[in-house]
């Protein structure tokens, strides 16, 4: 498609409880992206896909955070025993080639909210 | 950390022309000033980007210093729907995008 599709829109999980987000990039890019933003705030980034090939996960927590992106598939950013901490927006952007030379788009975001 | 500075917040009348600064003192030779912004919740929307030369698009222009050291986006005809967190972004090749706080603007009737 012409656009990041993100879905769902929002998510309510109970602490302890596992949460999965999916994200469809721009038909034709290569490069998908995952960032956090927490209550407004500054944007976290937690990793970025080449393909279906990790590229970058630098800013990706160590514990209970996952990410694929699978051939024919949506891409997916999944939380195991999930945290009051991890209420946040996840957005997920995709570009064509790498970050800094064609901007990334980005979807409209998944709003997790943990009780 | 972002590698930008801007100011908090800035206020703009309806149909005049928004003027946002960004400093970027430490930028590299091959890092690209990028420009996104963010309206109320909405994922952020990428405007404009340049390197060294100046750049226009049917959003904005983007004028960068000759040293690279700062650079200004410009709106030319603010609307109500410019009212956003505008963010400078100073970015290479293998980097992710670092959002600092950005500049609030908001347009005035």
């Known amino acids: 498609g012409e656009e990041v599709a993100q879905t769902p829109k929002h998510l309510v999980r109970g602490e302890g409880q596992k949460a999965k987000l999916y994200c469809a990039p721009i038909k034709g890019h290569s490069y998908v992206f995952w960032y956090q933003q927490v209550l407004k705030n500054e944007f976290k980034f937690l990793i970025s896909?080449?393909?279906?090939?990790?590229?970058?996960e630098t800013g990706m927590p160590k514990e209970r955070f996952s990410a694929k992106c699978l051939p024919n598939s949506p891409c997916s950013l999944e939380i195991q025993a999930t945290k009051l901490e991890d209420s946040a927006v996840y957005f997920c952007?995709?570009?064509?080639?790498?970050?800094?030379?064609?901007?990334?788009?980005f979807g409209d975001g998944t709003r997790l909210s943990i009780l | 950390d972002a590698k930008t500075t801007q100011p908090p917040s800035m206020d703009c009348a309806e149909g005049r022309a928004a003027n946002l600064p960004c400093n970027h003192s430490t930028i590299s030779g091959n890092e690209y000033v990028y420009w996104y912004r963010q309206i109320h919740s909405q994922g952020p929307q990428y405007i404009i980007h340049?390197?060294?030369n100046n750049e226009t698009n049917e959003m904005a222009s983007l004028i960068i210093t000759e040293d690279r050291k700062s650079s200004t986006l410009i709106l030319p005809h603010a609307t109500l729907r410019d009212t956003a967190v505008y963010y400078c972004?100073?970015?290479?090749?293998?980097?992710?995008?670092?959002f600092g706080k950005g500049t609030r603007l908001s347009v005035i009737a």
């Open positions: 952007a995709s570009s064509a080639v790498p970050q800094g030379y064609q901007p990334q788009h």
């Open positions: 340049g390197l060294k």
């Open positions: 972004i100073v970015i290479s090749g293998n980097t992710p995008l670092v």
């Open positions: 896909f080449q393909n279906e090939n990790v590229f970058d």
